[in-house]
């Protein structure tokens, strides 16, 4: 059985920091692209950042460029999204996904899908 479990959200003000984590398991986790979205209310589901099986390609969203950072642990099966400069445009549920191959492409291949958790950011 394959699960995605993401852990780290809450609430922070503006200008803090906040880093979500997301352990797989039940898949060979270095085979599989890993990626970040997220919806906020009201809103299509967005891209974040996306990190290819090795690590070595890390593509941003222009909204979080410079202020987020993406990293993954193959020893431990684990994503990391590290957030800084949070502000209230952030606040929305996160969603951790893997995509079979090297690289994310868009939510249209994504094969396994956290639950989500939630970022809420205050002014």
């Known amino acids: 059985q394959v699960q995605l479990v993401e852990s780290g959200g809450g609430l922070v003000q503006a200008g803090g920091s906040l880093r979500l984590s997301c352990v797989a398991s039940g898949l060979p986790f270095s085979t599989y692209a890993m990626a970040w979205l997220r919806q906020a209310p009201g809103k299509e589901r967005e891209f974040v950042a996306a990190i290819s099986s090795g690590g070595g390609s890390q593509p941003y969203a222009d909204s979080v460029k410079g202020r987020f950072t993406i990293s993954r642990d193959n020893a431990k099966n684990t994503v990391y999204l590290q957030m800084t400069t949070l502000k209230p445009d952030d606040t929305a549920v996160y969603y951790c996904?893997?995509?079979?191959?090297?690289?994310?492409?868009?939510?249209?291949?994504?094969?396994?899908w956290g639950q989500g958790t939630q970022v809420t950011v205050s002014s």
């Open positions: 996904a893997a995509t079979l191959g090297r690289y994310y492409r868009s939510a249209r291949d994504v094969d396994y």
